[in-house]
Structures are given as C-alpha cells and as structure tokens.
C-alpha cells in the first residue's frame, strides 16, 4: 500500500544517503571545501536536522520497488537552490554536476553520476505533499544551535503577495461563456472593459490562483499570499504558510500560526503586526489566546486602545516588526519567491515554507559567530 501523499505513479523505495567513496579519483571534495566556508555551519546544522526526520522520510517509501533519489539530498540540493538563486531543476542538476561546492553539500562522491532534471523533479514532488517543508522548518528551530537565538515571548506577523505561474490569459469564465484567445501558441484576447472577478472567473492554469490588486494604482495580477510570523530578537521565522489570496487571508494565517507555534498555552505573548491587521475581530481574538495585540494603530476606528500603546514594549514591537520585511526580501530577491514556478496551492506553500526554512539556515553563520 503506497502511504498517504505520494501520488507519483510506482511503488519506491527510500534511497541511501550514504556518500560512496570514490574507486579512481585522488580527490577529496572534503578537503577542497575551505575550513571557513559559512555552508559548513549550514551543512553541519542541516544534516543533524536530516537524521532527526528519519522516521518521517521512512514512512514516505514502500518497501520494494524502484530506489528513488534519497530525501535527505533532495532537500540539501532545493536549499543550494533557494541559496543560489538557481533558476531551474535543469541548471540546479548542472552545477551539481560540475560544481564541487554542491556536489559536497548534496552528498554526492567525485564520481557518483548526477541524476536527470525531470527525475530529481518527480522525486521531489513526493515531498510537496507530504509536510515535509513544515516539519523541516520545526526541525531546524529545535537544533540547539538555532534556539538559543529564538524569542519565546515576543513575535511579529506579516503576509506578502507571491505572483502565481499562470497568465491573466489563463483567468477565463467558469461557465465558459467568455470569448477563447485567438488560435496559436500565445494566442492573443483583449480584456479591456470586461469585468472579472473571482466569483465568476478562475484561471485555467492554476484554479488555486486568485486575482488580486496591491493598491489601487497597481494592475491586478494572479497571486498567492505567503505568511511569516518571526521572532522579535533577531528576526528568525517561527512560522511560516501561503494561502490563497483574500481580503482576510493575512488574519486568518496569522491567527492559525500563533495556534502553531504555541498551542493551547496560558502564557501572555507579543504579537506585532501593521495597521491591516487592526479589526476588533482579530484583537478579540489575540487576546482570548493569551497574546497581546501589537497591532499598529489606525488613525480613525483602531481597535487598539491606550492600555496596549502606553507601553514601552508596543514600541519595541513596532520596531522589531519590520524585520519579517528582511525574510520576504531574501525569499522573493534570492529564494525565487516574487513568483512561484510551480502551480498549486499545496507546492506554493512547500516551496515558501521552504524558503523561509532557509532564511534561517542563511542567518546562522554569522548569528553563531557574533555570538
């Protein structure tokens, strides 16, 4: 019986992590990788995080069947990539090929054959809808080396929007009732003074996408929504999600991932936010969970009143809650977040809850050596 969330087609089973030494080569990739390389501090924090989900990979993988590519390179490869800004699977698989500094990170000996772009791809598809991206991010808070930099009481939360893989070509009635593009490979439609909604429309690409406008002098575009919700003393994500890309989606999350990361605790929290998430729903909220509303204030019908803002703490927060803005940065300019090149709600939340798994692991040579 193939376990809940595979979906690729034959039975597989997990693949050896184990490096091979090399039978003709007098190369040691060890030895060629410099003692002050920062990827060693990452390396040496994400292996023992790898080791600590054995029993999760092991339950991904049939007993028999073909041998498939090995979890735990998987994910150090899409890290390469999230901190490479590698722009494909493709390019991804030919610096792995050449590239010493990879080949050492993944795992991979001198002479261990590299595998094919659409195989590493499927391999990792596995991964998408299994939680893995999640229970890695949990995992590499819990590495002693990186929870001593963690707040326990004091948090911020934002959302940004994350472009979808899909055109406004793709956004077409749900009835069908709208005029097709003209023929061929980018077939051509005007959509001046037609109206289109969500209600109404879905794209054809990726029916998870949902049309949305950043301001009212941006274009509407099909987006998802990433959520992050940080630690107040040095800016490292505690939580992370993606949601479809709604008026409400940012309190929602923010509101599911204070649940997360502190479950059923009496324990009085911080939790910073901007002036989109000051509703009296939402700090009514906050505050039957334990957690004290940070919340920047409107100017005209906040729901945060004097007996928050008086505080010094308020003000700290206020101040601190601008660093989850470092995260989105580093995911969209470095991590390929200002646009998701896979389609679907579940991928989009893997690959975002991934990339901000890294941003913490690209945080830590310096944490650590400035501690």
């Given at each position: 019986m193939i376990p809940f969330g595979l979906h690729v087609e034959g039975a597989r089973i997990r693949g050896s992590d184990e490096?091979?030494?090399?039978?003709?080569?007098?190369?040691?990739?060890?030895?060629?990788v410099p003692a002050k390389h920062p990827l060693r501090v990452i390396k040496a924090i994400v292996d023992d995080v790898l080791v600590s989900l054995d029993a999760e990979f092991e339950s991904l993988y049939e007993d028999t069947g073909r041998q498939s590519i090995a979890p735990e390179r998987l994910l150090r490869a899409s890290l390469l990539q999230a901190f490479y800004s590698v722009?494909?699977?493709?390019?991804?698989?030919?610096?792995?090929d050449y590239n010493l500094l990879f080949r050492w990170f993944v795992g991979l000996g001198i002479d261990d054959a590299v595998w094919d772009h659409s195989t590493f791809s499927k391999n990792r598809d596995r991964l998408l809808d299994a939680d893995v991206a999640a229970k890695f991010l949990e995992a590499v808070l819990r590495h002693p080396k990186v929870k001593r930099f963690l707040s326990d009481d004091h948090f911020s939360v934002d959302g940004t929007l994350v472009e979808a893989w899909a055109s406004l070509k793709s956004f077409r009635a749900k009835d069908g009732s709208d005029e097709p593009p003209s023929p061929g490979r980018n077939g051509e439609r005007q959509f001046h003074g037609e109206k289109r909604a969500?209600?109404?429309?879905?794209?054809?690409?990726?029916?998870?996408?949902?049309?949305?406008?950043?301001?009212?002098?941006?274009?509407?575009?099909?987006?998802?929504?990433?959520?992050?919700?940080?630690?107040?003393?040095?800016?490292?994500?505690?939580?992370a999600d993606a949601t479809q890309?709604?008026?409400?989606?940012?309190?929602?999350?923010?509101?599911?991932?204070?649940?997360?990361?502190?479950?059923?605790?009496?324990?009085r929290l911080t939790l910073a936010a901007d002036k989109g998430y000051d509703t009296s729903d939402f700090v009514a909220d906050l505050r039957q969970k334990c957690v004290t509303p940070h919340v920047a204030a409107k100017i005209k019908g906040s729901a945060i009143d004097g007996r928050t803002?008086?505080?010094?703490?308020?003000?700290?927060?206020?101040?601190?809650?601008?660093?989850?803005e470092e995260a989105f940065g580093w995911g969209k300019t470095i991590a390929g977040m200002a646009k998701v090149k896979v389609r679907g709600l579940a991928s989009v939340r893997f690959k975002f809850t991934f990339a901000m798994a890294a941003y913490n692991l690209i945080r830590m040579p310096r944490l650590l050596a400035a501690a």
């Open positions: 490096r091979s030494g090399s039978l003709f080569s007098y190369v040691d990739i060890e030895q060629k722009r494909s699977e493709r390019q991804l698989m030919e610096q792995i969500n209600d109404t429309h879905e794209s054809k690409t990726d029916p998870d996408a949902k049309l949305f406008r950043k301001g009212n002098s941006q274009p509407a575009k099909l987006y998802f929504m990433g959520h992050a919700m940080i630690e107040n003393r040095h800016g490292l994500v505690v939580q890309a709604t008026g409400k989606a940012e309190r929602s999350a923010a509101l599911a991932m204070v649940d997360r990361h502190d479950p059923g605790s009496e324990r803002t008086r505080h010094e703490g308020y003000r700290v927060s206020q101040r601190k809650r601008k660093l989850v």
